[in-house]
């Protein structure tokens, strides 16, 4: 008597994989959608990066450890950055914000590390004899600091603090006021935005050639609001629009004198 | 000796009996404690303490984070560590001791049998995810607390209520939110679900080592899952060979990314609550089609 | 009438080789029936099928022909076994547990539960003498002790059959003799039991049936007394026979043919005079 031949399990049970294969597969398709409009799984692990990380790594952050990397390869950045290896910190930088790219924080630093530390550095470099090629490299430096900012906020449209640091870097490095008030404006179409981003941007409008209606008109507007508006700055700026704009003086604002008792 | 006269106090045999498999269960649970995997939950302990004396030299919220990756990574490792590691043992253990032919030969069914070891697993991983859970709400609340009292020193002047307050509720914001809870319970239905994908395996498998590696290889595997899932159905240039391969990972593996929420939670997202329970319930479907496979191979084994 | 506790119709298991077309034939169209109240004895070398007919009867593992019933209920039927209590051979349970603790799993994979339980518990660990060591953990158990706790183990939900695997193995006489006594308590009270050991002698004393298996085949069955009784001999036991009784009786067996084998001193058992010696 020969025993039934049984199929061997394992071929109903791949049989059975594959068809559980077949119907999960849309739904993980749409969850990984969904996922990616909410923001989460934006991290681009690529081929360019696990060559910089390493195996190990590029592993590690691929099986669901990606912020430990990410940390990790922050302290690394930061001791770079404490002995001026500045190459290895532009690398370091992109390595971190590639890894973790909704971490506003290392946007920032990134930022900071290029556009204000290593700039500066660049500035005084002692090694670059010609005052040009100083200067020249002090920009780069800038654009790097930029590049990292604008990247940040493609990667994080809904939040406003690389917005700011947008507006922050270009008033303080590239004098540009018209794109500072830009990106102030952005800050405070936010509804978690801190209040004084309206005023900033009015600031920096206010510095435009050719706009200082508008900025006139603005903070008129923010200063007929009430007292909590009437910041020094605020009337500082009014006042010297007032001049430029040769507004009539029953026109102008009006603040009272302080009693000094 | 003597034999005294007892009542028949039994009663007739259930179809199906949360009794049994709660039995089975709670055993499993005792056995499994008394491995000493509770071993892994004081590892974290000690990690979490290193790693606060650490990161003293960073800013606060660069210590919270570091704080949060390093306790929800460390969480991540240690549940899914826990998990294969207790499953892969539990069939292998019973045959190697007979006590499989000890149960089964009670009106004990297999597939309570099963079920009672797997929910015992999933005792023990979810004890484990509490109390790791607890030590890392401990430390973030310590940390906190020293943070705030450094704040307001190193102010150099007396706040107000106004300013105190202003200054706790930032610190805090860093701190322990609730949106970090999603990210603590897709921990646990990762680890879960692979408790029951450890136990199909090991269903087939010869030895408990054997299965550790299998399950090993498909938890890097499940984690570039959706990369071949988006190269197969996006990329209309690769070879017919290399589209059947990725196609392979895609149906039988699972996508475990899904299931890694807490990198983006820490960088401050918040999933909202309907995306959050389907991908759980993904998890538990993968559970179930797991545990009803290795239920089908246990039920016609030949013991 | 009845159902028999055991019967088993033209078994037959066979296992496949891998990767290979032959088959090794571990049960070969084994036919028995095994009545309530019996103690029936399973016998055979290493490797004749006893193994593999108790896990056929137990429903660990399924036939390839013919089946196996436990009173009128087929016993790949999970419900059949509640009629059933096993002993494996060298019985290992979870080391951690105590004897109360083990009973008690035990028990609750039966449906016994609450004050039910508890009580039955104390009363099989009194049943088997194992009161005193209720709350150890088995763990730190001898060989003997666990035996003790497997058969309380296999009678927790009161069974009406009881399969045995080599019961007294490793156990020393003392503790052989009490297990021996308990089986045929048991078999007083009406629970069959289904015997298998390599232990001939204990087998002679208390089995009233025995089948013997060889290569999957069962080559010899039916009552013991039967089975080994020497048909063409006679044996006399005689008490202050004198020397010419013994004359006489040598002479009218000499004259009616017949043939005086042997005459010698009849002698105890070593187990009985051990027991006398270490009592």
Redesign the interface.
């Known amino acids: 008597m020969k025993p039934k031949r049984?199929i061997p399990?394992?071929i109903?049970?791949t049989l059975?994989?594959?068809l559980?294969?077949?119907v999960?597969?849309p739904?993980?398709?749409s969850?990984?959608d969904?996922?990616r409009a909410?923001?989460?799984?934006?991290?681009k692990?690529t081929l360019g990066l696990r060559e910089q990380i390493g195996q190990g790594a590029f592993?590690a952050a691929?099986?669901?450890?990606?912020?430990?990397v990410?940390?990790l390869l922050?302290l690394g950045a930061?001791t770079a950055w404490e002995r001026t290896d500045w190459g290895k910190l532009v690398v370091l930088c992109n390595n971190v914000t590639a890894l973790?790219p909704?971490?506003?924080?290392y946007w920032e630093m990134s930022v900071c590390y290029m556009a204000y530390d290593a700039s500066v550095a660049a500035r005084n470099n002692p090694r670059l004899p010609r005052e040009a090629l100083r200067i020249k490299a002090e920009r780069q430096y800038w654009d790097l600091g930029r590049d990292f900012v604008e990247r940040g906020i493609r990667n994080n449209p809904d939040?406003w603090k690389l917005y700011e640091r947008l507006a922050i870097l270009m008033k303080d490095k590239y004098q540009n006021h018209a794109a500072a008030s830009e990106a102030f404006t952005k800050v405070s179409r936010f509804k978690d935005a801190p209040e004084y981003a309206k005023r900033f941007a009015a600031y920096e409008l206010s510095y435009c050639e050719g706009r200082e209606a508008e900025a006139y008109a603005l903070l008129l507007r923010y200063f007929n609001q009430g007292p909590q508006e009437r910041l020094p700055t605020l009337i500082a700026r009014l006042k010297a629009l007032e001049e430029k704009l040769s507004i009539p003086p029953e026109q102008r604002i009006y603040i009272p004198a302080r009693n000094h008792h | 000796?003597?034999?005294?006269t007892?009542s028949?106090?039994?009663?007739?045999?259930?179809f199906f009996?949360f009794?049994?498999v709660?039995?089975?269960a709670s055993?499993t649970v005792?056995?499994l404690v008394?491995l000493k995997v509770f071993y892994f939950v004081l590892i974290f302990g000690l990690l979490l303490l290193g790693c606060s004396f650490f990161m003293t030299n960073?800013d606060i919220?660069?210590q919270f984070?570091?704080l949060k990756?390093?306790s929800?990574?460390s969480m991540?490792?240690i549940t899914w560590m826990l998990a294969v590691l207790a499953t892969a043992m539990l069939l292998p253990k019973d045959t190697e001791?007979?006590?499989l032919?000890?149960?089964?030969?009670?009106?004990?069914?297999r597939f309570e049998y099963l079920l009672g070891k797997l929910c015992g697993v999933f005792i023990l991983l979810l004890i484990s995810t509490l109390v790791m859970s607890a030590i890392f709400a401990a430390m973030l609340f310590i940390r906190e607390q020293t943070a705030i009292s450094q704040a307001i020193k190193g102010a150099g002047r007396v706040l107000s209520s106004k300013e105190i307050g202003e200054v706790t509720q930032g610190i805090r914001a860093e701190t322990f939110t609730w949106a970090l809870v999603p990210g603590i319970i897709s921990i646990y239905v990762k680890a879960a679900l692979f408790s029951a994908l450890t136990l199909?395996i090991s269903?087939?498998a010869s030895s408990w080592i054997f299965t550790i590696v299998i399950s090993a290889a498909i938890?890097?595997i499940g984690?570039?899952e959706?990369?071949a899932?988006d190269y197969w159905?996006t990329q209309h240039g690769a070879s017919p060979l290399t589209k059947v391969f990725l196609a392979l990972i895609?149906?039988?593996f699972?996508?475990?990314?899904?299931?890694?929420?807490?990198?983006?939670i820490?960088?401050?997202?918040a999933?909202?609550l309907a995306?959050f329970l389907?991908?759980m319930a993904?998890g538990g479907?993968?559970a179930l089609?797991y545990f009803f496979?290795a239920y089908?191979?246990f039920a016609?084994k030949?013991? | 009438m009845a159902d028999p506790a055991i019967s088993i119709r033209n078994l037959t298991k066979l296992?496949p080789i891998p990767f290979r077309r032959e088959q090794v034939r571990a049960v070969h169209d084994l036919s028995l029936t095994v009545e309530p109240g019996q103690v029936y004895g399973l016998l055979g070398p290493n490797g004749s099928g006893k193994s593999t007919t108790m896990?056929i009867i137990?429903?660990?593992?399924?036939p390839t022909a013919g089946n196996t019933q436990i009173f009128g209920r087929d016993s790949s039927e999970?419900?059949?076994?509640?009629e059933?209590g096993?002993l494996?051979e060298?019985?290992?349970?979870?080391k951690?547990?105590t004897g109360e603790e083990t009973l008690r799993?035990?028990g609750?994979?039966?449906?016994?539960?609450g004050a039910?339980l508890k009580?039955?518990a104390r009363?099989l660990l009194?049943?088997?003498?194992l009161e005193d060591a209720a709350n150890r953990r088995l763990g730190g158990y001898s060989k003997g002790m666990l035996q003790r706790i497997?058969l309380a183990?296999a009678l927790v939900?009161?069974p009406r059959l009881l399969?045995l695997d080599e019961p007294t193995a490793g156990v020393d006489p003392a503790g052989s003799r009490?297990i021996l006594?308990?089986i045929l308590?048991?078999k007083t009270?009406g629970i069959t039991i289904l015997l298998c050991s390599h232990l001939l002698g204990q087998v002679q004393e208390i089995c009233d049936r025995v089948g013997i298996l060889h290569r999957g085949k069962l080559v010899r069955e039916g009552k013991l007394a039967d089975l080994i009784s020497v048909e063409s001999q006679t044996q006399l036991i005689l008490e202050n026979a004198s020397p010419e009784l013994l004359a006489r009786i040598e002479a009218d067996i000499a004259g009616a043919g017949a043939t005086l084998v042997e005459k010698t001193k009849p002698q105890t058992t070593l187990e009985r005079f051990f027991l006398e010696v270490t009592k």
């Open positions: 049984r399990p394992i109903p049970v059975a994989l594959l559980f294969g077949a999960k597969l739904i993980e398709q969850l990984d969904a996922h909410s923001f989460f799984r934006g991290a692990l592993l691929l099986s669901g450890y990606r912020s430990l990410a940390d922050f930061f973790q909704r971490v506003i924080k939040r | 000796m003597e034999l005294e007892v028949r106090s039994h009663v007739r045999h259930q009996s009794g049994r709660g039995a089975i055993n005792l056995e008394r960073f919220d660069e984070r570091m990756d390093v929800l990574g991540s490792i001791d007979r006590t032919y000890t149960i089964l030969a009670k009106p004990v069914p199909l269903t087939f938890y890097v984690h570039i959706p990369i899932r159905l895609s149906l039988f699972p996508d475990l990314q899904l299931f890694n929420l807490v990198d983006d820490v960088a401050g997202n999933i909202a995306l389907k991908t993904l479907v993968y089609v496979l089908f191979v016609k030949e013991l | 296992y896990k137990l429903g660990l593992v399924s999970v419900d059949s076994r509640e059933v096993f494996p060298n019985p290992y349970f979870y951690y547990l799993f035990f609750k994979l039966c449906g016994i539960r039910a009580e039955r009363e009194k049943l088997v003498g497997g183990q939900q009161e399969v009490e006594d308990l308590e048991l009270r």
